[in-house]
């Protein structure tokens, strides 16, 4: 069975640091996955894919097959991107096509 | 893009009781689902909504607990049934595409059972 896993629950780093929230994942097939957002008070919201290949907020997250990874990174923090992230992986199971989120990782950046 | 929206937007039931949530899209979308986020926890899909048929159950969800209707590409219900303090969690519906395609989601229903 497919499996996403963030190991940090918490993780908070000082503003204008590097950030890099950590997923890996388990699955058999091709694997497509995200990252979404919560901001406090807020939605859930995409912030990005990989088959995109884009930065958005300044974030980018590089598909590792050989690391079976999706790792988010940032640069240079800022207090802005204090919420929680998900990683999560789409999957295709008789026709039924799903995401399986991982556990999250409440990003705090530190002023 | 879809805008998606849920109600009631919170409730405190009693125990025994059932409740219906509802959500809405925006536009017409080809998938819809339903989670649940328990306190501290990650989203854990409860089902596939399907148009026009009955819902794709996840491992450890029954149609007799959480009852789904989802009768045009726009709309769907949830029902939790005889509810326990354990139903106490937050409900979530999305919608978008197939696979690779954006999920976007509903603000949530946060369900209080006492």
């Known amino acids: 069975a497919q499996r996403v896993t963030q190991p940090e629950k918490l993780l908070s780093v000082f503003k204008g640091a590097p950030v890099e929230l950590k997923c890996n994942y388990s699955?058999?097939?091709?694997?497509?996955l995200f990252w979404y957002v919560q901001y406090s008070r807020q939605r859930l919201q995409l912030l990005l894919r990989?088959?995109s290949r884009e930065s958005i907020k300044g974030f980018t997250a590089d598909l590792n097959k050989g690391e079976t990874s999706f790792h988010l990174k940032k640069p240079f923090a800022q207090e802005e991107d204090s919420a929680m992230y998900y990683c999560?992986?789409?999957?295709?199971?008789?026709?039924?096509?799903?995401?399986?989120f991982g556990t999250g990782t409440r990003l705090t950046i530190i002023p | 893009s879809a805008v998606i929206s849920q109600k009631p937007s919170r409730d405190i039931c009693q125990r025994g009781t059932s409740l219906t949530i509802q959500c809405q899209v925006d536009?017409?979308?080809?998938?819809m689902f339903w989670y649940r986020q328990q306190p501290g926890q990650s989203l854990t899909l409860i089902a596939t909504?399907?148009?026009?048929?009955?819902?794709?159950?996840e491992s450890g969800f029954v149609i007799d607990k959480f009852p789904i209707s989802r009768p045009n590409l726009t709309f769907s219900t949830l029902t939790v049934s005889n509810m326990s303090p354990e139903d106490s969690s937050i409900y979530l519906c999305?919608?978008?595409?197939?696979?690779?395609?954006?999920?976007?989601f509903g603000p949530g229903t946060r369900l209080l059972v006492l």
């Open positions: 999560a992986l789409a999957v295709s199971s008789f026709g039924n096509e799903k995401l399986t």
């Open positions: 699955y058999s097939g091709s694997p497509e």
């Open positions: 990989h088959i």
């Open positions: 536009s017409q979308v080809t998938m």
């Open positions: 909504a399907n148009q026009g048929s009955e819902a794709t159950y």
């Open positions: 999305s919608g978008g595409g197939r696979g690779s395609e954006t999920q976007y």
